[in-house]
């Protein structure tokens, strides 16, 4: 569960843009190094497939998570140390930011 108020550190999200291939990148880390139990994703443009998990994780059309455009989303991802992202109709730009305080 949630502290209250989770907090977002400036400087510390991930950016990455959603194309035909799918991608991972590491879950950002907090202020401290610690790699987040917590992640806030958002999406700017174009929908996408998104999936957390280990190194090894791959977004896919059948069981990844459909994020929506403007909507906030968040991930419990302890124990988890890396997301994947893969478009659905056009290149889709994500926001990936560790939440503090929890």
Do not use: R, W
């Amino acid at each position: 569960m949630l502290k209250s108020p989770p907090q977002i550190t400036d400087g510390l999200s991930d950016i990455v843009v959603a194309n035909v291939a799918t991608a991972s990148a590491i879950i950002p880390v907090t202020a401290t190094g610690e790699t987040a139990k917590y992640i806030l994703v958002s999406v700017t443009s174009n929908p996408c497939y998104f999936e957390t998990g280990d190194s090894g994780v791959t977004a896919n059309t059948t069981t990844s998570i459909v994020l929506g455009v403007d909507h906030p989303y968040i991930f419990n991802v302890a124990g988890k140390t890396h997301f994947a992202y893969l478009q659905i109709t056009g290149a889709g730009i994500l926001s990936v930011s560790p939440l503090e305080n929890q």
